[in-house]
Nanobody, 121 residues
C-alpha cells in the first residue's frame, strides 16, 4: 500500500505564492507518475501537473504559473504555485499509481486526503 500526505495549503491573497508538498510512504513510487489534481466545490477533479522521472507535464489551466518537482528519493513531489488567483481555490490532491502521466483521475490508484488552497480576492 502507498500512503500519500499532502501539505502546504492555506489561505492566501491574489498574487501570492504557495508551495504544496506530497510525501509518499509505504513503498517507493519512483517508477510511477505522481501528479497534482485539484477539485473545487461542485466541479470535477482537474489535472494540474504530473512528473515522472525528469519529465514534467502541465494542465492547460496552469498557464506557466505552477512548477512541479520531485526530490532525489522520488517520494516527495512539490508543486510551486505562483501568481495565485481566486479560481485556483480548491482541494489539491497528489495521486500516484499510474504507469504514465495521465490527466484522467481514474488512471491513478492511490490518493491522499488533499490540502485546501483558498485564494481570496
Amino acid at each position: 500500500q502507498v500512503r500519500l500526505v499532502e501539505s502546504g495549503g492555506g489561505l492566501v491573497q491574489t498574487g501570492d505564492s504557495l508551495r504544496l508538498s506530497c510525501a509518499a510512504s509505504g513503498r517507493t513510487v519512483g517508477h510511477w507518475a505522481v501528479s497534482w489534481f485539484r477539485q473545487a466545490p461542485g466541479k470535477e477533479r482537474e489535472f494540474v501537473a504530473a512528473a515522472k522521472g525528469s519529465d514534467t507535464y502541465y494542465g492547460n489551466s496552469v498557464n506557466g504559473r505552477f512548477s512541479i518537482s520531485r526530490d532525489n528519493t522520488m517520494n516527495i513531489v512539490d508543486l510551486q504555485m505562483d501568481s495565485l488567483k481566486p479560481e485556483y481555490s480548491a482541494v489539491y490532491y497528489c495521486p500516484t499509481g499510474a504507469p504514465v502521466p495521465a490527466s484522467e483521475p481514474r488512471r491513478y490508484v492511490y490518493w491522499g486526503q488533499g490540502t485546501q488552497v483558498t485564494v481570496s480576492s
